[in-house]
Nanobody
């Protein structure tokens, strides 16, 4: 059974940091593009960051560029999202996703086949 399990969410003050992890099991995703999406209440799910299979190319939404860093460790079948300088508008449920594509990082959720259950990130004082 294929599973993506996110962890690392929580409550943090504005300006703080969190590191999300996404551990995959059931199959290797070392040949898959991986991404993080988020969904705030009443809003559509949006692309946050993505990484190619090799980890050498990363892509970010404009709203998080310079503050968030996506990385992956294919030996551990794990993807990370380091979030710094967090803002209240970053509050959302964050989802890890895996695509069947290897050389492209789609920004639309419909190109991703596997999803985690999500982890809540709340930025508030």
């Amino acid at each position: 059974q294929v599973q993506l399990v996110e962890s690392g969410g929580g409550l943090v003050q504005p300006g703080g940091s969190l590191r999300l992890s996404c551990a995959a099991s059931g199959r290797s995703f070392s040949n898959s593009a991986m991404a993080w999406f988020r969904q705030a209440p009443g809003k559509e799910r949006e692309f946050v960051a993505g990484v190619l299979w090799s980890g050498g190319n990363t892509y970010y939404a404009d709203s998080v560029k310079g503050r968030f860093t996506i990385s992956r460790d294919n030996t551990k079948n794990t993807v990370y999202l380091q979030m710094n300088s967090l803002k209240p508008e970053d509050t959302a449920v964050y989802y890890c996703a895996a695509s069947r594509l290897r050389f492209e990082v789609p920004s639309t959720q419909y190109e991703y086949t596997y999803w985690g259950q999500g982890t809540q990130v709340t930025v508030s004082s």
